[in-house]
Structures are given as structure tokens and as C-alpha cells.
T-cell receptor
Framework: EAQVTQNPRYLITVTGKKLTVTCSQN?????MSWYRQDPGLGLRQIYY???????DKGDVPEGYKVSRKEKRNFPLILESPSPNQTSLYFC?????????????FGPGTRLTVT | DAKTTQPPSMDCAEGRAANLPCNHS???????VYWYRQIHSQGPQYIIH???NNETNEMASLIITEDRKSSTLILPHATLRDTAVYYC????????????????FGKGTLLTVNP
């Protein structure tokens, strides 16, 4: 089954404690992306990657890092989380060919930073 | 990207057709109309897209007006599981550059299907 998986699905942590949210897709997609969703602000893109070792900032990259060492994985790293990073996070992927803009989203990771 | 306008909420009776409108009066000739939906706190799900012609797939139909300034997503027989926020997105296809693949979600329409 074609899918994007994220782990963990729920995470409560404290300010400053480094964490990683993993994202993996099994569709051999070149493009992967991270979004955060906040009430009243909608979905905003954090980082994206066009392929292995190619990453770039989205609209709200401050406080986040990413890496793309393998095509299937695109982890989101918060090196020193702060309460304003409490949010619902989604990973997405798509091929750079085929149906335009059919992006596949993961189930989401709800992060709470206290 | 062309801006879209959708009603904030709509209701529909189970088994009836749900017609969700979207205005995109500033759409340009090379911009497609896409629809996604998000069931409560789940990841957004692609539904359908179109350029000029009406489109249909197993999930829905998309009707685009001749002047392309508005469109309607039709769920022919809505079920309770179709309760979700529906997003209409207008975007250029085929543009190069990674930032151009970003999806910009507005506030969407909360469709509530009632038993």
C-alpha cells in the first residue's frame, strides 16, 4: 500500500530537549516536504526536498532542521524545541512526474512542547 | 497564485449530493484547480484536479465554469465519512523550482454530512 508514515504520532516534550520526527514514504517519490498546521493559520510549509541531499527552506523554517540522506526518509529535527513549536506536523511526498500536485500526506504528528 | 474564496461551512444530508463552490476570479490560463480534503486532524487527501474541462473520478466530480472563474466540487452521494474540510487550491503546473511545488491551503469549507 502506497503510504507516508510518520513517527511518533504524539509527542510531549520539554523546552530544549532535542527531538526528531521521522517521515518515510514507499512510493519512490523525489519530492518530500514538511508542513505545520496551527489553528487559524492553516498549513504552512517548513522545509522541502527535491531529492537526496537537496533540501530548502519553506515559509517557516526557523527552529527546524531536515536531512535527506535516503530517498525514502525525510526526518524533521528540532534541536531546541520551544513552546511555539507546539503544533500538528505533516510530512508529504509526491513524484516530480505524473499527476500534477497529487501529494500524499502522512497521518500527522501532534507535538506539545512544555 | 490565484486566490480562492470558499464558504466557511456547508451542511449536507447523507445520501444527497454535496456541491462545494470555489471562486477563483483571478485565475490565469496556465493555472489548474485542485481539491483536497482533510478529515479531522488527519493528513490532507487529494481529491481531483482540472484545467478547463469537467473531470470525474471515483471520489468526486469537478465542474469548472467556461470562464474558469469558479468551480464546484460535487460529491454525488455524501456519506458521514465525507465530513471534512475541503480545500480548493489554484496552482500553476509544470513550473520549475522546489518552492513552486508547495501547496497553499486556505481556510477551506467545513462540510458536515448529517444523518
Amino acid at each position: 500500500e502506497a503510504q507516508v508514515t510518520q513517527n511518533p504520532r504524539y509527542l510531549i516534550t520539554v523546552t530544549g530537549k532535542k527531538l526528531t520526527v521521522t517521515c518515510s514514504q514507499n512510493m519512490n517519490h523525489e519530492y518530500m516536504s514538511w508542513y505545520r498546521q496551527d489553528p487559524g493559520l492553516g498549513l504552512r510549509q517548513i522545509y522541502y526536498s527535491m531529492n537526496v541531499e537537496v533540501t530548502d527552506k519553506g515559509d517557516v523554517p526557523e527552529g527546524y532542521k531536515v536531512s535527506r540522506k535516503e530517498k525514502r526518509n525525510f526526518p524533521l529535527i528540532l534541536e531546541s524545541p520551544s513552546p511555539n513549536q507546539t503544533s500538528l506536523y505533516f510530512c508529504a511526498s509526491r513524484t516530480l512526474a505524473g499527476v500534477p500536485y497529487e501529494q500524499y500526506f502522512g497521518p500527522g504528528t501532534r507535538l506539545t512542547v512544555t | 497564485d490565484a486566490k480562492t474564496t470558499q464558504p466557511p461551512s456547508m451542511d449536507c444530508a447523507e445520501g444527497r449530493a454535496a456541491n462545494l463552490p470555489c471562486n477563483h476570479s483571478t485565475i490565469s490560463g496556465n493555472e489548474y484547480v485542485y481539491w483536497y480534503r482533510q478529515i479531522h486532524s488527519q493528513g490532507p487527501q487529494y481529491i481531483i484536479h482540472g484545467l478547463k474541462n469537467n473531470e470525474t473520478n471515483e471520489m468526486a466530480s469537478l465542474i469548472i465554469t467556461e470562464d474558469r472563474k469558479s468551480s464546484t466540487l460535487i460529491l454525488p452521494h455524501a456519506t458521514l465519512r465525507d465530513t471534512a474540510v475541503y480545500y480548493c487550491i489554484v496552482r500553476v503546473v509544470g513550473s520549475s523550482g522546489g518552492s513552486n511545488y508547495k501547496l497553499t491551503f486556505g481556510k477551506g469549507t467545513l462540510l458536515t454530512v448529517n444523518p
